[in-house]
Every structure is written in C-alpha cells, then in structure tokens.
C-alpha cells in the first residue's frame, strides 16, 4: 500500500490507497494521485463578466464559466454549496476537454474564460491546461478562488492568468477554521503574490451578520489590503443571503455594507463597491482623483464605459485595470 | 462544636474539593475538545471511494482518471 501527499493545497491530504483528498475530487489510485474531474465540468455558462464580480476587467464583455464539482473548502454559508460539497459522481458533467473549451467560448462570443463557482484549485489541472491553451489563442483566463493553495502551485500558474477575484471570507484565523475549514494566512499570502504580478486583482467579502461584521475586524482587514496590495485593488463588500447550514441568518443589513465600505475608503482605497445590493453610489466606478464617472453599471449590467485607454476622460489619472 | 456544624463544615470542604474536581474535568474535556477540532480542519478525515462506481463513472465518461500534479509518494506500506 503506498500513501501519497498532496500538495496543492495548505490541507496536505495524505491519502492511503482508494482514499480522496477534502477536496473530493483528487484520490490515491495504486499509489499514484488522480483527479477524477479533468474536462469533466458540472456548471458551464456565459456570464457578464461583472458577475464574477470583475469590475475592472474589460467591463460589458461576456466570460465563458466553467467548474466541477468539488472544493477545499466548508464554507457554512456557500451560495453553490449543491456542486461545491458534492462528490463529483453525484452531479451531472459533461465532457468539455480544454482543446474543446476555447472554440467553444469563441463560439459564445466570449473573449475570456472564468474559472469559477467552485473553486479552480480543486481542478488545478484542467484549468492550468485551459489556462495555457486560452493564451495561445489569444483569449484571458480569470479565476475566481479562495486563494487557498500552496505556493509552488499558484506560482506556475500565474503567468497564464489575466485576473483574478478572490474571496478574503474574514480577517480572523477563528473565522477561517469554523466557518470555512480553512486558514488565513496562506490566503493572504496567495493575495501579496497575486498582487506582485500584472494581473488584475480584485477582492470580494462576504459580510455574513454577526460572524465577520465587526467594523474594528474590517477596518484591520481594509488597513491590510492597503499597506501589503496597494490601495488600487478593488474591494467589493457583498451582501449574505442565508444559504446552506446558515439559512436562519438574516440576510445582512444594507447599513452594515455601507459601513463596511466607508470604513474602507477611510483606510485609502479608491475602488469599493457593494455586492448583492442596489445602490449606485457603490456600483459605479469614478476617478478617485476628480470623481468622475468613468464605468455606469445597474446591477451585472454596464451602461457606458467613460475611460479613454485606461484613463480618466476628465483629469487623465490611470486608473487599476484592463480596460 | 455541635455534630449538626461539624456535619456542615465537612460537607462545604467536601463540596469545594467536588467543585474543583469539577473544574479540572471540564477544563481537560474543554482542551480535549479544542485538540479534536484542530485536528479536524489540520487533518481531515479521508474518505475511501467506491472503487467499482468510480470505475463506472469513468468508463461511461463522466469522469476522469487523469494524473494529478503537485503531489509526492509518502512511504512504502505506511500504516495509515
């Protein structure tokens, strides 16, 4: 019997023979690790790309989804927790090999490909492989993670990656191990590496009431992005709806969001939008030189994109972002 | 001293001595119980796969049996 470790991920599985990682997804066959989800999607759409949500990323343009099942995580309060803590036996894939994945965002007007609503660590193959052919083809690759990977992992894939949105879930190491089964620290360093390269980094929080909604917590989380990532990076505060084994929370107050995002702008970052929430203020971009508007958005939808190659029409600043 | 007291006085020492005993315990279970839950996000507990259906599975496609990356041998017949 031979034991293997995986290490993709911060959890290091070691599996016995016939055993699975906490990903579900990656098992020991006769002592060699496989995954059981390659070209082997459950959730394949075209989204907005605001979706995701990527702000600052070629704003108005339509992004070819994708994901299995499975994920490193347990968040109590996932919004795709029907594919994400399913064994991939139990949801219905189809075969979509990266070969065939790029013609078929072409197909569907996509000019990008996100890999997203699981997590893509967890098919960290399948989306490298995509990854390296999309770039080929002249297409980006956006993923939209935890960050909760090892370091190696992460930096052979970066340089095939155009943006990324990642999910901070807390500022708290308690927060990431009961509610999400994780840790903080190796999230915050997939964050100072991302950040380092050229890609677009964006990053979203779910404000779930009572569990990560403490403003002195967020202004030590705002205060970090600023100092470690630069104040450019697009923070988006999003709403919590109850979902999965916290259906009996609340969803969050609008007043907490807008807390949320002034304690933000008072730690010096200039891009902070509110998710899951109608409110225009929070949902459009402006110069944070001048204050004009540059992008108009109601809701997944753009109205009319302002900049001029990247700058402000007005003052000229250049703002984070491909535009 | 009347028997009544002296009966008082042994039995609040005794309830004392209790209650400490009391305290101990539930501070060791406290730590027993902080020890399992680490160890339930550091390790978790692996789940054996159903070979023949996942055998199935990919024989009919619907996943893969694709060699995964980032992963090393631990040992020869390690007793798990």
Redesign the interface.
Known sequence: ????????CP?R????E?????CRV??N?N??????????PCAVHVDPVEKKPMFHFRPGSRIFSIATAGCNLRCKYCQNWSISQAD??TTR?E?LLPEDLIPTARANGCVSIAYTYTDPIIY???A?DSCVLAHRQGMENVLVTAGYI?E??LRELLPHVDGANVDLKGFSDEFY?EMC???LKPVLRTLEIMAKTDMVLEITNLVVPGHNDDPKEIREMCRWIAQNLGTEIPLHFSRFHPHNQLQRLPPTPASTLLDAAKIAQSEGLKHVYLGNLRDATYENTYCPKCGALLVERVGFRVRQVKLQNGRCPKCSTSIYGRW | MTNALKSKKILRSNGLIVLMCLLVLLGMAASLWQQS??ET????A??????E??DR??GA??????????????????P?
């Open positions: 019997m031979t034991a293997v470790e995986c290490r993709l959890h599985c070691v599996l016995a016939n055993e699975r990682g906490k990656r098992w066959r002592g060699e690790l496989k995954s059981l989800v390659y070209g082997r991939p036996e894939n075969i960290y193959e399948y490298f090892e190696k992992p191990r089964g994780g840790r | 839950r680490l996000v550091e390790r978790p692996m789940r054996t796969v159903d070979v259906r996942i599975e990919i496609g619907r996943l893969s049996d694709m060699p995964a990356r980032h992963w090393i041998v631990i040992e020869e017949d390690a798990k």
